[in-house]
């Protein structure tokens, strides 16, 4: 079965740095792999998906992943850091060619950006 | 366009109670998951609906969660009876295909059981 690991429980980092945020999955057939993000009392939302092609895929506001299958890694990152980025990121597997397989996620990172 | 809407937004009972959540789904989408997200961890699917009909339950504690979907629209969500380890929150989303990462999630259900 598949499963995703998330490196860090909680990345503390100051305004306009970079972060990184370590995603790691296991599986042995094809997968889609995603970034949720969940800010305070709201539901997930979908932050970048890899579905196939270039293997960096980038977000409207600043994120990028790049999914690397030799080392069976998603990690995301951001140049510089805003405080509106302080939330909780999920990394998220969906298994095969279709993508009808349910999701299944990381323990999440809570990244905290200090002013 | 209207997000998936869920209640009540907390919850507090006390173990061997009942307790049910509601979720409105976006309307015209055909899919509908129900998640436990424990905390520290991430959500872990319950059931999916495709219509009224259900296409995995296979995580579903079946002995005392149920879920429906009545006329494949709204959906609800029973515990019965309720355990300290079931506190959690519970996330419901729509997608309007069956490809996974096309769901909205709706705010979620904060049930704490003391």
């Known amino acids: 079965a598949q499963s995703v690991t998330q490196l860090d429980s909680q990345v503390p980092v100051f305004e306009e740095a970079p972060v990184e945020l370590r995603c790691n999955y296991s599986?042995?057939?094809?997968?889609?792999l995603f970034w949720y993000v969940q800010y305070p009392n709201q539901g997930l939302q979908l932050l970048l998906k890899?579905?196939?092609?270039?293997?960096l895929v980038e977000s409207i506001n600043g994120f990028e992943a790049e999914f690397n299958k030799s080392q069976t890694s998603f990690h995301l990152r951001k140049p510089s850091v805003h405080i509106s980025d302080t939330a909780e990121y999920f990394c998220?597997?969906?298994?095969?060619?279709?993508?009808?397989?349910?999701?299944?996620f990381g323990k999440g990172t809570r990244l905290s950006v200090i002013a | 366009e209207a997000g998936v809407a869920q209640s009540p937004r907390y919850k507090i009972i006390e173990k061997r109670q009942s307790v049910a959540f509601w979720c409105n789904p976006i309307s015209g989408h055909a899919t509908l998951y129900w998640y436990q997200q424990i905390l520290g961890q991430g959500p872990k699917l319950l059931i999916q609906?495709?219509?009224?009909?259900?296409?995995?339950d296979s995580q579903l504690p079946k002995d005392r969660f149920s879920a429906e979907r009545l006329k494949g629209v709204d959906s609800t969500l029973k515990i019965q009876p309720a355990k300290l380890e079931d506190s959690a929150v519970y996330l419901c989303a729509s997608s309007p295909s069956r490809v996974a990462y096309e769901q909205y999630f709706g705010p979620g259900t904060r049930l704490t059981v003391t």
């Open positions: 599986s042995s057939v094809s997968v889609y």
């Open positions: 890899y579905l196939s092609g270039s293997t």
């Open positions: 998220a597997v969906s298994v095969g060619f279709t993508g009808n397989t349910p999701l299944v």
């Open positions: 609906f495709q219509n009224n009909g259900v296409v995995d």
